[in-house]
């Protein structure tokens, strides 16, 4: 979420444009009639303060209410306008500047970011790997009763693996307090407060470079959308466990749920049932057809790199695209084993069959047409030439796919965020957008005023504390009741929003965005003030152009 800077203070509206830009996507609420209000509401009120300070140190009770009414009625005055500011779900959101003028090759991931499944497929996952504990790993038949839960996790939640803790960690290592479950059931705030002797998590227990739980990190990051039926699964052993009374070592039921759901993928358990199916589990392909299309059409050269095998990708191009979607990419490569294939220089690539079989002969070039398996990137830069900024490669799963590209390599990277439609259009309803803009008015008013020290002034701030502080959760619950909002705490970014603008250059709910932009545009990310600059003088952009997509962060 993006919530609107505290109204008050200069200094307050500083954080209008920090938290926005740091959200991005919460773009209509940057109009010019909310940039009025702030102007309004922070003259009005630092001539009530200082009116104040002049006559008395000390701020009656009465003119505290006086200065919440006067807030709240400005507050309803601008709404019309910042509701009418709302977010095109299907823009493209800049975290760097960039210009699809510039690329010349698109590659991309195909789980989640060409190929989009439906539920039914976490449900199919979470069923085969319960099933996998009890026969393989020997756990209680009465497991057999929990079935997948789609709205119980959000992506990016941490793991703490030793404490058996599902829970949100923002951009500074703070747990999320509300957010910390156990089993199937919430954590006591005071309990989690003494289990970390506060709320924050130091860097040597957090999850490793690519969120796995390693070398002595106690966390780990789910980052995946694959990752959502571990999740449930992990959560609901630990609910049977706790229910009954049984004694178990968290860590040897976190690894066991790790290799039930590994071997429903590894196995091949979940490629068959879909294949079987395809209709059933694969959504959204006509609006990928229309992308490759489109890139076809324009010349520019496209390739893929999946950790899937053959016969599943295949299977599902070929009801997406056509049988004809091979001779759209100039490479296909199937079971890189990302994120190892950005980083291995040892493995070679090699030749596949139509019909599965491994060719041994040596890889001197890359044809269109033909499938490889494995390799390494620095064989594959060899023998292309695709190289730096000229290349744009789309995925889903930030680290495996993104990380090392940015970092390492210098490519342009593209994050696939499905779930950002959802919440974006949670973002532009009324109720969102009024409590958000109350909320943070409200945050200025407690900042403001609570350098009044006498207990009458201190009561009053402390009553809109208290109503501040009931606010959040319901913010929290319009997203995800558990969780709350994949991009941010109350106020801060979360640890995976912060990862997401580190290494995405742009991202968007799916590739379909791309249809919405032609191939000159510059995506622009919004110039926005640090805390220590001055918002005013930079210019606003207006609502209007938010709707017909311009000015995307």
């Not at 740091?22 to 940057?30: E, F, S, T, V």
């Not at 040892?346 to 060719?359: C, E, H, N, Q, S």
Request: proline share 4%.
């Amino acid at each position: 979420m993006a919530p609107l800077s505290r109204l008050l203070t200069p200094g307050n509206a500083n954080l209008l444009c920090g938290h926005v830009s740091k959200a991005r996507h919460r773009l209509g609420w940057l109009s010019r009639g909310r940039g009025e209000l702030l102007s309004r509401q922070c003259a009005w009120g630092r001539s009530r303060t200082l009116s104040s300070s002049s006559s008395s140190r000390s701020s009656s009770a009465e003119s505290l209410w006086s200065l919440y009414n006067h807030t709240k009625k400005h507050t309803q005055d601008v709404m019309p306008s910042v509701s009418s500011a709302s977010v095109d779900p299907d823009s493209i959101f800049a975290n760097n500047e960039m210009s699809l003028r510039d690329t010349e090759v698109y590659g991309f991931d195909y789980d989640y970011t060409l190929a989009f499944y439906s539920r039914q497929l976490h449900t199919l996952i979470f069923d085969i790997a319960r099933d996998i504990l009890i026969s393989k790993h020997r756990y209680p038949e009465g497991l057999r009763d929990y079935e997948y839960i789609p709205n119980f996790a959000v992506r990016g939640l941490h793991y703490d693996v030793q404490k058996a803790l599902l829970m949100k960690i923002d951009a500074f290592h703070y747990i999320q307090l509300g957010t910390v479950y156990r089993g199937l059931h919430p954590v006591p705030d005071e309990e989690v407060i003494a289990m970390y002797d506060g709320c924050h998590v130091p860097l040597e227990i957090m999850s490793d470079f690519y969120g796995k739980s390693s070398h002595g990190h106690a966390m780990k990051q789910f980052m995946d959308i694959f990752s959502l039926p571990e999740m449930n699964l992990l959560s609901c052993v630990n609910d049977f466990f706790m229910k009954h009374n049984i004694d178990y070592e968290p860590v040897h039921l976190y690894k066991d749920v790790k290799e039930a759901i590994r071997d429903v993928h590894v196995k091949g358990i979940m490629y068959r049932a879909v294949e079987a199916d395809i209709g059933k589990y694969i959504c959204y392909g006509e609006q990928s057809q229309a992308v490759l299309k489109k890139l076809s059409e324009d010349g520019k050269k496209m390739f893929l790199i999946t950790n899937s095998p053959f016969d599943f990708v295949d299977r599902g191009m070929n009801y997406i695209v056509g049988t004809d979607w091979r001779d759209l990419f100039d490479v296909v490569i199937v079971q890189a084993e990302k994120p190892g294939f950005f980083n291995d220089k040892r493995k070679p690539f090699r030749r596949v069959t139509d019909k599965g079989a491994l060719l041994w002969d040596r890889i001197h070039k890359l044809d269109k047409g033909q499938i490889y398996k494995q390799g390494n990137l620095y064989e594959f830069l060899r023998l292309t030439g695709w190289r730096g900024s000229k290349v744009l490669y789309f995925g889903d799963h930030i680290y495996s796919d993104l990380a090392d590209l940015t970092l390492k390599h210098g490519w342009r990277t593209g994050a696939i965020i499905p779930e950002l439609r959802k919440e974006i259009k949670i973002m532009n309803t009324e109720e969102y957008v009024h409590t958000m803009t109350w909320m943070q008015a409200l945050t200025g008013l407690i900042e403001q005023n609570q350098v009044h020290r006498d207990p009458a002034s201190q009561a009053v701030v402390e009553e809109w504390t208290r109503e501040r502080e009931a606010m959040r959760p319901h913010t929290k619950r319009m997203f995800n009741p558990q969780f709350g909002s994949l991009f941010r705490t109350y106020h801060n970014p979360t640890y995976f929003s912060r990862r997401l603008s580190r290494f995405a250059d742009v991202y968007m709910a799916s590739v379909s965005c791309l249809l919405n932009y032609d191939f000159q545009h510059t995506f622009f990310p919004r110039r926005t003030p640090l805390q220590h600059e001055s918002p005013f003088g930079q210019g606003q952009p207006h609502a209007e152009s938010f709707k017909r997509g311009e000015g995307v962060f």
